[in-house]
């Protein structure tokens, strides 16, 4: 009698001779890893590129990075909670909020920045609830 694992449609349970075990990382997280990521190394260069000391740049990237990659984390991890609109809502408050403040580092007035962000915002506000709405499994009555 054959044990399961060794069935032919079976798979093995254990990883194939060599071959390294490697975690697995659900897009979920490093989605919003990488782009916090990519946004600190942003804000370094901006900052860093206006005239501010490497320290400085550093740390400002650090805290831009920490910060936009936990409220990523945090809306992609609940996002299955929200109703489609504020989801939407939500994604492009989080967009326009980092795009705002990478336009203020590079030396236009608050107003301007503010502006940006909003208009940037809404723009991925837009695209995100079309996003979701296209996606979305439609109910038949």
């Known amino acids: ?6 069935h032919p449609g079976a798979t093995a349970a254990r990883p194939r001779h060599g071959a390294q075990h490697r975690p697995h990382v659900s897009p ?5 890893v990488t782009a916090a990521v990519v946004y600190g190394l942003y804000v370094l260069f901006l900052d860093h590129s206006t005239g501010s000391s ?7 990237a650090l ?3 920490v910060v936009s990659g936990v409220l990523g984390l945090a809306l992609v991890r609940h996002r299955a909670a929200l109703p489609t609109e504020a989801r939407g ?7 326009g909020c980092a795009m705002g ?3 203020s580092l590079t030396g236009p007035s ?7 962000g909003l208009v940037l915002g809404g723009a991925m506000a837009l695209v995100a609830l079309y996003v979701f709405r296209a996606h ?3 109910v038949t009555r």
């Not at 979920?28 to 919003?32: E, R, S």
């Not at 608050?110 to 940006?116: F, K, Q, T, Y």
């Open 110 to 116: 608050v107003l301007r920045s503010v502006v940006m």
């Open 136 to 138: 979305e499994p439609h």
């Open 28 to 32: 979920g997280v490093a989605l919003p």
């Open 1 to 6: 009698m054959q044990t399961p694992a060794h």
């Open 101 to 103: 403040f990478l336009y």
């Open 54 to 60: 490497w320290g400085r740049a550093a740390l400002l």
């Open 63 to 65: 805290v831009a990075a």
């Open 89 to 95: 809502l939500a994604f492009g408050v989080l967009f």
